[in-house]
């Protein structure tokens, strides 16, 4: 910002002005009574405010000082999504999960997680073959429901994100130290202090150095990642060799680990799925890809197919090694190796072990300062946070959610971050799922209110079935634990079996109301999700039910890190990006603002040009070259914004309806 003053200089990196804050914002001066109602007013509006394609790709052009570099292919990013989910998903949950929860039966729980993450990953990838944008979840959302639902659910995963970069991260210390022939406490320090903290300094620095490796761009960053995920998978392929010729069957009796029940089964589950959450950093990353309509859907699927077979393998290698009640939770592989006699073997486990712990964390620290960047160039926290240096990186938001999970790291054992994971992830996939039915069922001003209403109760009665089935399931009445966590019939178990079976059906006749009584209004052009509605459906059910197994802590840490992002919007964010669309409304880029969900705008008028045998293509160009381009000057002059957005409509009224652009505005 050459010859920029300092007001001007906070202003571009906090998106507004102490006036406009209060202008704006509250209304002040108060000249007439219902300036006093400005901020509520402000409140409905923004509520159910969409935000087109266009407006969204326009913002990350002009927010992140510049654009990303596009640098990745069908291969670096098939490996970006590997090697971060084969690190703490497969060395350090896995003997937690089964000697507390399942025993043997741990890989059904992986296989049931990774069910999820399928029906997910089709969804996420028509979004982001749809909207090539950083941002992902947040971008997908906020074009369909509305930003504040987008803002809930996108804050509640990048915080999921850091805590499951701190629980990967806390599995390289122990497995160092088998590496270093110690004990895997070894590098650990007792800090007994208030509560008392066991110190993890390599967690921390681990971090710390691949934060900076980020720095050095995209391209260098997901070329490490390729080379160290090609050795990890060579040594995963000798762990599941090696551990299928020293297994034991007998090992395997019980089947499920005494005391429990299916209902540990799928709390593992619920556990792991934090395991499957790659394919959504891959997804985070679609603004540095050099095709993403040709390479995202089969980095994404490829990924977690790959993932879910060596998953489900290393799982049974682990229960056919080692009984359940002498498993170790900190090396739990190495420790396996150790116990059947093949000591050599462990160092071999434990290198693997440190590549994949790295490359996890390495990628959930691009993941979410990706998910991060992009909301904040939607104004949902100070713009600075995305601004990108010189070599493309948007190096703000790295180093927040870098030095976010070392902290975390440094103080916080795996087993207490493990069932703080995984609940913020569910709801985004659950949410993302009912976008998709959202976007594929609904367009502004060409869907009757008729249809919409057919729309609105199938929906419900799909989410409404899933939960019943869910409460049926979780209820105490009908499974209750004793003093030895042991889950025995309580004094509705009789009626459980059929009220399931009522739910279950209810719930398959739902998903084929859905397909034959709601049109469906809008088909992307380049990649859909197959079986429509049947896996955005089954992905509502399923991610329901898996939110059904967390405990009570995880539900507490989400409603309150709720409450604070809620703060963080009325007081911020809901300001700070309505000051935002003056800026950008003397341009035709304004968001749409709806009691409905609104689509692009763009990809309506294609429909109507499609029907009516123009070329859509052409159609667009002929809409961008209409595009006005004068500017807002409300950030130069925040008394202005009357002015500009009169301007703003008389020039508007000037062109003529059948020739104005349609960016922003629906229909």
Same mark, same amino acid.
């Given at each position: ?137 947040y ?28 629980a ?57 990642n ?61 603004e ?16 977690v ?23 170790n ?8 190796f150790?116990?059947?006699?093949l ?38 926290l100070?713009p ?14 790295t ?8 902290? %975390? *790291? =440094? /103080?916080?054992?795996?087993?207490? &971050?493990? !069932?703080?994971? $995984?609940?913020?992830? #569910?709801?985004?996939?659950? +949410?993302?799922? %009912? *976008? =998709? /039915?959202?976007?594929?069922?609904? &367009?502004? !001003?060409?869907? $009757?209110?008729?249809? #919409?209403?057919?729309l609105? +109760?199938?929906?419900? *009665? ?160 002929g ?33 003529p ?11």
């Amino acid at each position: 910002m050459e010859g920029a003053t300092v007001n001007d200089k906070l202003v571009d990196a906090f998106g507004f002005s102490g006036w406009q804050y209060l202008h704006i914002g509250l209304g002040l001066p108060w000249k007439k009574p219902s300036d006093a109602l400005a901020f509520p007013k402000l409140m409905c509006k923004r509520f159910f405010l969409t935000k087109s394609v266009e407006y969204m790709t326009q913002s990350a052009a002009e927010e992140g000082k510049a654009p990303l570099k596009k640098a990745l292919n069908r291969v670096s990013l098939t490996f970006l999504g590997i090697g971060f989910m084969l690190g703490a998903g497969i060395f350090v949950s896995p003997g937690y999960i089964a000697q507390q929860l399942t025993g043997p039966a741990l890989f059904i729980s992986y296989l049931v997680a990774a069910f999820s993450a399928f029906l997910s990953s089709f969804c996420y990838a028509e979004f982001t073959v749809d909207m090539p944008l950083a941002g992902a979840a947040y971008n997908y959302i906020s074009n369909t429901l509305g930003e504040v639902i987008a803002w809930i659910t996108v804050s509640n995963l990048i915080l999921e994100y850091i805590l499951s970069n701190a629980a990967a991260v806390r599995g390289f210390a122990p497995y160092l130290a088998l590496l270093c022939n110690q004990d895997s406490s070894y590098f650990l320090i007792n800090w007994n202090i208030g509560p008392g903290y066991i110190l993890d300094f390599w967690a921390f620095g681990v971090t710390i150095v691949v934060t900076i490796l980020l720095q050095f761009g995209i391209s260098e960053s997901a070329n490490v990642n390729s080379v160290i995920t090609i050795i990890h998978l060579f040594l995963m392929a000798f762990i599941i060799i090696a551990g299928f010729v020293m297994g034991k069957k007998e090992n395997f009796t019980p089947f499920i680990r005494q005391g429990s029940s299916w209902h540990g089964i799928f709390n593992g589950a619920a556990i792991s799925f934090f395991s499957y959450i790659g394919f959504d950093a891959v997804a985070t990353t679609a603004e540095e890809q050099i095709d993403p309509a040709r390479d995202m859907p089969t980095a994404i699927i490829g990924a977690v197919g790959t993932v879910t077979v060596i998953y489900t393998l290393m799982s049974v290698v682990l229960s056919l090694m080692v009984p359940n009640d002498m498993i170790n939770q900190n090396a739990t592989y190495a420790s396996a190796f150790e116990y059947v006699g093949l000591d050599w073997a462990k160092y071999v486990v434990a290198a693997g072990a440190l590549m994949g712990i790295t490359t996890t964390t390495l990628i959930g620290v691009l993941g979410a300062s990706r998910i991060l960047a992009g909301c904040t160039r939607e104004r949902m926290l100070p713009p600075f946070i995305s601004w990108v240096n010189s070599r493309q990186v948007p190096y703000v938001s790295t180093w927040i959610i870098g030095i976010s999970s070392a902290v %975390i *790291a =440094l /103080l916080t054992p795996f087993a207490d &971050l493990a !069932n703080m994971i $995984s609940i913020g992830t #569910f709801i985004v996939f659950w +949410v993302v799922a %009912i *976008a =998709l /039915l959202f976007k594929r069922s609904y &367009l502004p !001003n060409v869907t $009757s209110r008729r249809k #919409f209403y057919i729309l609105l +109760v199938n929906l419900f *009665a799909v989410i409404g079935f899933s939960l019943g089935f869910t409460l049926v399931w979780v209820l105490p009445n009908y499974q209750e634990s004793d003093y030895q966590d042991a889950y025995v019939e309580g004094a509705d178990y009789a009626k459980q079996k059929p009220l399931l079976i009522a739910m279950g059906v209810l719930f398959v006749a739902s998903c084929f109301s859905f397909k034959y009584t709601v049109a469906v209004e809008y088909t992307p052009a380049k990649y859909v999700a197959p079986l429509f509605p049947f896996i955005p459906c089954v992905s509502i059910f399923v991610n329901l039910f898996l939110l059904g197994q967390l405990d009570q802590k995880s539900y507490l840490r989400f409603g309150w890190w709720t409450v604070a992002a809620m703060g963080v919007y009325y007081s911020y964010s809901m300001i700070a990006g309505e000051v935002k669309d003056l800026k950008y409304e003397a341009r035709d880029m304004l968001p749409t603002v709806h009691v409905l969900p609104a689509h692009d705008s763009l990809a309506l008028q294609d429909v109507k040009d499609s029907r009516e045998g123009v070329d859509g293509d052409a159609a667009l160009q002929g809409h961008q070259q209409l595009k006005r381009s004068s500017v807002s000057t409300l950030a130069q002059h925040p008394g202005a914004g009357a002015t500009a957005h009169e301007s703003s409509r008389q020039q508007r009224a000037a062109v003529p309806a059948s020739n104005r652009p349609s960016v922003g505005v629906s229909g």
